[in-house]
T-cell receptor, first 117, second 117 residues
Framework: KAGVTQTPRYLIKTRGQQVTLSCSPISGHRSVSWYQQTPGQGLQFLFEYFSETQRNKGNFPGRFSGRQFSNSRSEMNVSTLELGDSALYLC????????????????FGPGTRLTVL | ELKVEQNPLFLSMQEGKNYTIYCNYSTTSDRLYWYRQDPGKSLESLFVLLSNGAVKQEGRLMASLDTKARLSTLHITAAVHDLSATYFCAVDPPFVNYGGATNKLIFGTGTLLAVQP
C-alpha cells in the first residue's frame, strides 16, 4: 500500500507571497492532519480534516488554511508568507475511525520544506 | 491545556548500554504514541499505548504507559548505532472533550539519541 505523499518536497518563497501544499493520504484513509515542525517550536498541530470538513484546528493565524477534497486529498494554503513560516510541513493520514479505545494511528508523509526569504 | 514534556532532550550513549526516555503529560489522555524521526526524514510510528499498564516491545525498544502518573517511558536495551534518531512522544486530547477521539496530536519536545560505537 502506498504511503502518504506530499508535494512539493521543497519550496522557496519570498515574504508576502502565498503557497499551497498538497497531501495525498494512504488509500482508504479519510482523515488528514497537518503539522508544522520548526527547531524553535517543535511539532505543532495545524488542523485536521475528515470527510471534507475541518474537524480540529490548532492555534495558528488565519493565514493558514486548508481544505479536503472528496477523494480525501488535502491542501493547505499559507497567505502573506512571513519569515517565521519557514518550516517542515508534515501531513498525516489515518482511517479516521475515531472510537474511544481505537488505535487510529497517524502515518506521516515525507513533508514539504518551505523556506521563506 | 494539554502539555507534553520529554526528558532528556539529548542522550548520548554507548552501544550495548541501556537507557530510558521519559514522557510526562499534563492532563488525561486516551492515547499515547511514540514516533521516531531520522535527520531530514519524516516521522515513523513506533508504538500506540491505550490503557494503564500497557507495555509494547519491538526489538530493543520497549514502551510503557502509566495513566495515573501521566507518564510513559521508552526503554532502550543494549543500544546499537542504528537506533540513533530523535524520538517523540505524542498524546491525543481526551475523547470526552471533543465528543470523540481526535487526530490532534500534542508532541513532546523530542529526545535526540546518539549511540556511540
Amino acid at each position: 500500500k502506498a504511503g502518504v505523499t506530499q508535494t512539493p518536497r521543497y519550496l522557496i518563497k519570498t515574504r508576502g507571497q502565498q503557497v499551497t501544499l498538497s497531501c495525498s493520504p494512504i488509500s482508504g484513509h479519510r482523515s488528514v492532519s497537518w503539522y508544522q515542525q520548526t527547531p524553535g517550536q517543535g511539532l505543532q498541530f495545524l488542523f485536521e480534516y475528515f470527510s471534507e470538513t475541518q474537524r480540529n484546528k490548532g492555534n495558528f493565524p488565519g493565514r493558514f488554511s486548508g481544505r479536503q477534497f472528496s477523494n480525501s486529498r488535502s491542501e493547505m494554503n499559507v497567505s502573506t508568507l512571513e519569515l517565521g513560516d519557514s518550516a517542515l510541513y508534515l501531513c498525516a493520514s489515518s482511517s479516521g475511525g475515531l472510537l474511544a479505545g481505537g488505535t487510529d494511528t497517524q502515518y506521516f508523509g515525507p513533508g514539504t520544506r518551505l523556506t521563506v526569504l | 491545556e494539554l502539555k507534553v514534556e520529554q526528558n532528556p532532550l539529548f542522550l548520548s550513549m554507548q552501544e550495548g548500554k541501556n537507557y530510558t526516555i521519559y514522557c510526562n503529560y499534563s492532563t488525561t489522555s486516551d492515547r499515547l504514541y511514540w514516533y521516531r524521526q531520522d535527520p531530514g526524514k519524516s516521522l515513523e510510528s513506533l508504538f500506540v499505548l491505550l490503557s494503564n499498564g500497557a507495555v509494547k516491545q519491538e526489538g530493543r525498544l520497549m514502551a510503557s504507559l502509566d495513566t495515573k502518573a501521566r507518564l510513559s517511558t521508552l526503554h532502550i536495551t543494549a543500544a546499537v548505532h542504528d537506533l540513533s534518531a530523535t524520538y517523540f512522544c505524542a498524546v491525543d486530547p481526551p475523547f470526552v472533550n471533543y465528543g470523540g477521539a481526535t487526530n490532534k496530536l500534542i508532541f513532546g519536545t523530542g529526545t535526540l539519541l546518539a549511540v556511540q560505537p
